[in-house]
């Protein structure tokens, strides 16, 4: 069985359709999807419809801390102060072009997946199983990964998003893996990243896989559709952090 874990589209369906024609030409099974759907890009309409007409057909989708800005607003002490006032802009003008009902799937998606497949236990989520908005780093202790994500015991895979740095690392025989952005990477490689586990017979694998697009015509839409904040451009180009 192969299991396509994707997380942090951020309204940017071109990323989003290069992941999910990759996903198909590998064979995937199952589709995953860990948050941050809409907010921060050029399309969150499009963004949120093609993410259920994948829920339609099979796929899990939960809820990320951009899903809940969306819903009802970015809060003081969420993001660093420099930033709140531009990024407030972006969440109006972001939930401003979805529908009432598109704000209410957001609202209503769950935290956390828990999966047995062939033997082999999954915990996803977000950031971490218990917080929205908490970020565990790559090069985070084992303490720190133990006791903020791997708080389930009877696991064998952790996948979260969030941080869109993806890695994998293994520790006391289990697996912590991170997918990754589709939409806003920030590791210097302006490709789209998703996590793919193959599992057989209690027995699994894990890769990274980086998908090639045109960077440029998805930053080039953030221009097109007058997005307030035109600073996104060069985080899609150049795949690199807004917050520096």
């Known amino acids: 069985m192969r299991v396509a874990f994707l997380s942090d589209i951020h309204g940017n369906v071109g990323a989003l359709d290069a992941v999910l024609a990759d996903v198909r030409k590998r064979g995937v099974d199952r589709i995953a999807v860990l948050g941050d759907i809409a ?12 993410v259920r007409e994948l829920a339609a ?13 969306t819903v009802r607003g970015v809060e003081a002490g969420e993001v660093p102060d420099p930033f709140l006032e531009i990024m407030r802009r ?12 598109q704000v209410r799937y ?9 999966w047995d497949l062939e033997g082999v236990r999954i915990h996803a989520f977000h950031a971490t199983p218990t917080n929205l908005f908490t970020a565990v780093l790559p090069d985070a202790s084992a ?4 006791g903020r994500l791997m708080v389930k015991p009877a696991v064998d895979v952790y ?13 006391w025989g289990k697996c912590v ?20 586990l193959e599992v057989e017979a209690g027995r699994f694998r894990v890769t990274l896989e980086r998908v090639p697009y045109d960077a440029d015509r998805a930053a080039e839409r953030l221009r097109q559709v007058d997005y307030p904040n035109l600073q ?6 150049e795949a690199i952090s807004p917050f520096g």
């Open 90 to 101: 972006e969440q109006e003008w972001t939930a401003g072009r979805l529908t009432a009902d």
């Open 232 to 237: 996104m451009m060069r985080v899609i180009r």
């Open 39 to 50: 907010y921060r890009g050029a399309e969150p309409t499009r963004a949120v419809e093609k």
């Open 143 to 146: 303490e720190v990964l133990e």
């Open 57 to 69: 057909a099979g796929a899990e989708v939960i809820q990320g801390n951009a899903d809940l800005w």
């Open 159 to 171: 996948v979260y998003g969030h941080i869109h740095l993806p890695y994998v690392r293994y520790l």
């Open 177 to 196: 893996v991170n997918t990754g952005s589709v939409g806003l990477p920030f590791d210097g490689l302006p490709q789209p990243s998703y996590a793919l």
């Open 106 to 114: 957001l609202e209503e998606l769950p935290e956390d997946i828990f």
